[in-house]
Antibody, heavy 116, light 112 residues
Framework: QAQLVESGGGLVKPGGSLRLSCAAS????????MTWVRQAPGKGLEYISY????????KYADSVKGRFTISRDNAKNSLYLQINSLRAEDTAVYYC?????????WGKGTSVTVSS | DVVMTQSPLSLTVTLGQPASISCRSS???????????LNWFQQRPGQSPRRLIY???ARDSGVPDRFSGSGSGTDFTLRISRVEAEDLGVYYC?????????FGPGTKVDIK
């Protein structure tokens, strides 16, 4: 049974940084594209980034380009999202999901709050 | 960017009655491989999203057969044949054809 578990969220001041992690289990992690999606409080879903199986293919939404970096460690079955220069509008629950176009498995999310 | 619109944005349905949600894209979602990457997700209150339908009409394992997806080109529909209490939540369509991939605004389904 494929499973994804996010961690690393928390309260951070504007301009700060965080590194989110997503631990994968139950499938061959390196075979799959992986995705980060976020959801601001009371709002809809926003697709922010994906990464290919080897890590060489990455894409970012304009809203996070230059501030967020997606990466993965296939030996550790882990996906990461480095988030820098945080703004209030980055406050959201961040979900990782399997696949880029199909998002068949989701984690429960990790919450990031940006506030002074 | 491809804009996904959904209608209605809110829907109250009587238990046992059908429901239908429309999703429209601002351009064709046919990808170069011939597939249409149009997915439907359900998000129950306090839960993470769950995929129900992928590639327009393929139902995920474990999803009740009262859920069905249809459509082509730019117009897509999610239908629930007989709404049950557990169907309460927000439903999102999402296109995975053109980068940036985008979600619709969501349709909130309440049960009467």
């Amino acid at each position: 049974q494929a499973q994804l578990v996010e961690s690393g969220g928390g309260l951070v001041k504007p301009g700060g940084s965080l590194r989110l992690s997503c631990a994968a289990s139950g499938f061959t992690f390196s075979d799959y594209y992986m995705t980060w999606v976020r959801q601001a409080p009371g709002k809809g879903l926003e697709y922010i980034s994906y990464i290919g199986g080897t890590g060489s293919d990455t894409k970012y939404a304009d809203s996070v380009k230059g501030r967020f970096t997606i990466s993965r460690d296939n030996a550790k079955n882990s996906l990461y999202l480095q988030i820098n220069s945080l703004r209030a509008e980055d406050t959201a629950v961040y979900y990782c999901a399997r696949f880029a176009r199909l998002l068949d498995v989701w984690g429960k999310g990790t919450s990031v709050t940006v506030s002074s | 960017d491809v804009v996904m619109t959904q209608s209605p944005l809110s829907l109250t349905v009587t238990l046992g009655q059908p429901a239908s949600i429309s999703c429209r894209s601002s351009q064709s979602l046919v990808y170069s491989d011939g597939y249409i990457y149009l997915n439907w997700f359900q998000q129950r209150p306090g839960q993470s999203p769950r995929r129900l339908i992928y590639k327009v009409s393929a139902r995920d394992s474990g999803v009740p057969d009262r859920f069905s997806g249809s459509g082509s080109g730019t117009d897509f529909t999610l239908r629930i044949s007989r709404v049950e209490a557990e169907d309460l939540g927000v439903y999102y369509c999402m296109q995975g054809t053109h980068w940036p991939f985008t979600f619709g605004p969501g349709t909130k389904v309440d049960i009467k």
